[in-house]
């Protein structure tokens, strides 16, 4: 059996797993950092027998916290937003050169046919989707 582990060694590095979770964004580490930092707080109070006890109390509390709560934070924090994205092209007139839209000082692609056209055409643009002018048929 192991030697129990200072309460200030635990709230490090239960610290240290929280700030792990900036690199993987699962929720899994805070909740094993958040275990451990209750332990520590814990072993400010109450004396544990050994470290096997610690540990193993950080990783139920990690559990219980992890099953109760990680899918509340992962909703509120991919929750998508309701307000249309603010789009600086939308319409307007373009003109055909060299297999590309011009508009508005930069060169889009369009799925539609440009054969019919040649360099210099104007065409206008009713929309743009995915990186791509929509023409008017």
Do not use: P
């Not at 400010?44 to 109760?68: C, G, H, R, S, W």
């Not at 998508?80 to 319409?91: M, N, P």
């Amino acid at each position: 059996m192991l030697e129990t582990i200072a309460a200030s060694w635990l709230l490090a590095f239960g610290i240290l797993l929280i700030g792990l979770e900036a690199l993987t964004f699962t929720f899994v580490l805070f909740f094993l950092g958040i275990g451990f930092v209750l332990v520590s707080f814990i072993s400010y109070v109450y004396t544990f027998d050994n470290a096997e006890m610690q540990i193993a109390l950080a990783f139920i509390l990690a559990l219980i916290l992890t099953f109760a709560l990680r899918k509340t934070l992962l909703s509120k924090l991919l929750k998508s937003s309701k307000k249309q994205e603010e789009r600086a092209h939308i319409k307007g007139i373009g003109k055909v050169q060299d297999g590309a839209i011009k508009f508005d000082g930069t060169f889009w692609k369009t799925l539609d046919d440009l054969s019919n056209y040649k360099n210099g055409d104007k065409v206008k643009i009713i929309d743009v989707k995915d990186n791509m002018v929509i023409l008017e048929k």
